[in-house]
């Protein structure tokens, strides 16, 4: 009795220390990363689908990814995190948070960790556009992930009703004031067009303001032209739309309810991020297009979306990891699908020659119109103080909206304010 | 028991809520005071020491000016409007009406439900065009409008969305007191020939106004502390006209990271409590009716 | 008519009036909820093109369920409130039995430092609080959330006013059967205090139920958020809202919460009023 007793004992040691050493033998890097969402459709669900295909195929990275709200929620719990002394490996976070990331030093450059020249390679193939949000002082920081440009949404049924050609959505500012006039119709129950001044009111703005060739920054993220000649002027056009020509309701306008505006068909025209394209796709009851935004002296429109930080607090092994997770959720085959699932721009051309979404491509022209806005884009508008000089420019731009002070007036202390911020950088 | 160790134990029984009261309360007020005294760090720069820095640049800050003014006419809007309703609520329930089952629950639920939800339901409402409020201002032929998109409506909406929850939360405490009113106080007041009218304003509402302060002093502290709407609805916008001193500061601290200056804000709230607390008190104490 | 007949005749048009004000008020309060509910259970179209007769669905409750793990959220927010009770009556039943019946050197002006968190509460001080649980390691922790609460200003005041209000002769009575400080507590006043433990604890679990600032920025993952934040964050504007999914996602919130006051209505109210009571 008592001698199989220890035999067993003997036995549940054994095998504990064999499984320990298997343990520690096969001892996994482990990987959290936070990531935001910021358009419609199921995107955590795909996202986790993206991670557990990486997981299957390196069994030795586990990846906890985190959902942690908007782009001001995520960059706010990985630093949070970081600063409470927990794992955060990597996260995709906002492009235009890389100037507030650096001050704290909270990232690694992507050039300090590629080791070969495949890899570096690597670095250089997505679109240089979508790099400039990416890159500063000589060095890449992130890598772009859920990337977008604005598009313009259009009721192709709603321009048949009115007389206008469904093929040739306005491709001027003169052109939409004309087409928003017949659109609108007189009993309210619908608009010509939308352009959505909260939630990021700044980034429609860069769009605008682009399209009447003046750039809100500078590269170096220390100089801001918010009361620029040009500027402006794109501002009183913003406002004119809805308090002179009357396509577009005053005041401001919900970015939240505008998708479902635009499918309820309470306005013929939207402007918005290209990562609703897919949701819709799904949801419109109604013949619809995508065009690029119209033009005034030249055509334009900022990129958007979130990027791949890898965080300075992490071990090298923990970056061999991310940077393979990294590479894994933006090679092209994954960019291209996660592109057809959800709208954002395939982040390299590589991704737009998979066979997959050439055909998707194909057989749905308006994937590729945030792609082949790519030559007029610039970059989103990014500083340093990025939070409070965007709020700034985003209390001026609603000041105006809702007629408290006239464009120049409100651009006026929006650059008054952000030069007062600045200045200790420059 | 030895009387000298009721010290002793006295301590000891205190022991564990001290220490809790002293880390997150007490420790904290201080702290935020020091804090509001340095200027926000970073690696590059670290925080240094700057006096009266911070305040000096609060006073210049607009959106600081605009945030207190913002609170005041929360605080303004909200807090008669629903120790009224909670009154009439009160009243109305105290009376053996049909169906007053129903009426109590009715007007206490909201209460239950969290600020979260009912923002949630309310943004639903308030949406322009599509949502609740401007459907059936439609169909009876007016125009809708962007009840939270324009500045000169957003803060009175958020009023009558905060009113909703409220009201039927003073109303209970309205309520106690009603049921403890003595029942010969109204009879006597009909014998000699008082209208209601009359009875309420010079007995009952005086009687009342032990529960009126208690009810003041929870109501003006909810107006400082409720900001959970904002996350939902507007976040403090269009252009400031519904931002609340505590976003403020939550914006501050953490979209900016500048804990400095949202401890210098947190200084100016607790300046404010305190002055609340101590005004109440002191002046409203003077005019309580006592038994 | 006598006067006496005018005035029964006045007082009854009176009642009819209030009747007929008191039900339109309830229904004006309780229709902003009841339209939730109805949203929650029907398809997307009918929100905003209002029908009815709609038919019944459960696909907005499953989408909610797809898109955030609530049933997670509201284990947490479960395990939050019942381990924060527990804390609560533990510290403060000290607390308040020290006040109450020992008159200890410096206990006014203890009493009049534990009052000062009525006036400020751990949310009006997140700043410092939260750097304060960073550096115990407590972020991103269901404790963490409860810790600012545990001591609860208003639970030893509650309760000091119990025990204060206790017949000495029962503490005699008990310690000539030989019962100690401690035998005293659990079989004296403990007990006659049950009504205010009942009160009190009602109307913590509700205010904690409902906590959403603080929470929201002591909890960064899935597995410590309660329900509150996992709505806010849900409800996120970015996203585009679907206000089906979105009722359907509030009504998940709150379910609990508010079907233990519906079923016991009567003790919730009771607990508020007895609170209020000084």
Known sequence: ?426 | MNPAMRHVYGWLLLTPAAILLLAFTHFPTVATLFESTFSKGNIVRPSRFIGTGNYEAMMADPIFWKVLVNNFWFAVGTIPASIALAIAMALLVNRALPGRPFLRLAYFTPTILPMIAVANIWLFFYSPDIGLIDQVLSAFGFSGHNWLGDPSTVLPAIIVMTVWKEAGFFMIFYLAALQNLSPELEEAARLEGASRWYFFWRVVFPLLMPTTLFVLINAVLNSFKLVDHLFVLTKGGPDNASNLLLYYIYENAFSYFDTNYAATLTVVLLVLLALMSLVQFFLLDRRVHYR | MSDLAIRRRYSAISTSLETVAAWVLAILWISPLLYAVWAAFHASEYAINFELFAPLTLINFQEALEQAPFLRYGFNTFVLVTMLLISQLFVCTLAAYAFARFNFAGSSVAFALVLVQLMIAPEILIVENYSTLAKLGFIDTITGIGLPYMASAFGIFLLRQAFKSTPKELEEAARLEGCGLWGVLWRVYVPLARPTYLAYGLVSISHHWNNFLWPLVVTNSVETRPLTVGLGVFGAPESGVDWSIISAATLLSVAPLLVAFLLFQRQFIQSFMRSGIK
């Not at chain 1, 993206?50 to 990814?65: G, Q, R, S, Y």
């Not at chain 1, 394209?277 to 799904?282: E, H, P, R």
């Open chain 1, 1 to 426: 009795m008592l001698l199989k007793a220890k035999r067993t004992l003997v036995q549940l040691v054994a095998a504990t220390c064999l499984s320990l050493t298997a343990v520690i033998a096969h001892a996994k890097t482990e990987l959290t990363m936070y990531y935001p969402v910021a358009v419609g459709g199921p995107l955590t669900k795909i996202v986790d689908g993206l991670v557990a295909d990486f997981m299957k195929a390196n069994p030795d990275i586990d990846v906890k990814a985190i959902y942690a709200g908007n782009y001001n929620d995520a960059r706010v719990k990985a630093l949070a995190a970081l600063n409470a002394g927990q794992p955060a490996q990597l996260s995709v976070m906002f492009s235009i948070d890389i100037y507030e990331l650096i001050e704290q030093d909270a990232i690694v450059a992507f050039d300090d960790i590629v080791s070969t020249d495949e890899e570096r390679a690597w670095l250089n193939s997505f679109y240089s556009t979508l790099m400039e949000n990416g890159r500063t002082a000589g060095k890449t920081w992130g890598i772009p992930f859920q990337r977008s440009t604005i598009v313009m949404y259009y009721n192709k049924d709603a321009f048949r009703a009115a007389g206008l050609d469904p093929e040739s959505p306005p491709a001027t500012w003169e052109e939409l004031v004309a087409a928003g006039k017949k659109l609108t119709k007189a009993d309210g129950s619908q608009w010509g067009a939308m352009i959505p001044s909260t939630g990021y009111p700044y980034w429609m703005f860069g769009a605008l303001a682009m399209q009447n060739d003046q750039v809100l920054m500078n590269n170096a993220g220390d100089t801001t032209y918010f009361d620029a000649p040009a500027t402006v002027e794109a501002l009183q056009f913003w406002k004119d739309l809805g308090s002179k020509h009357k396509i577009m309701p005053e005041g401001t306008i919900e970015w939240g309810t505008l998708r479902k505006n635009f499918l309820e068909e309470k306005t013929a025209i939207m402007w918005h991020s290209t990562g609703n394209l897919t949701t819709v796709k799904k949801n419109a009851k109604f013949d619809f297009g995508v065009a690029m935004l119209p033009a005034n002296k030249r055509r334009g429109t900022p990129t958007g979306g979130g990027n791949f930080y890898i965080f300075k607090k992490t071990s090298p092994e923990e970056r061999v990891a991310a940077m393979k997770l990294i590479k894994f959720m933006t090679n092209p085959e994954r960019s291209g699908e996660w592109s057809m699932k959800t709208g954002y721009m395939g982040v390299s051309p590589a991704a737009y020659e998979t066979a997959k979404l050439q055909e998707y491509v194909k057989g749905f022209p308006y994937a590729a119109v945030a792609r082949d806005q790519l030559e007029f884009a610039t970059a989103e508008l990014s500083t340093f103080q990025t939070g409070r000089v965007r709020k700034a420019l985003d209390d001026a731009l609603q000041a105006a909206l809702t007629g408290a002070k006239t464009p120049a007036d409100a651009l006026g202390d929006a650059q008054a304010e952000a030069v007062r911020l600045l200045k200790p950088y420059q």
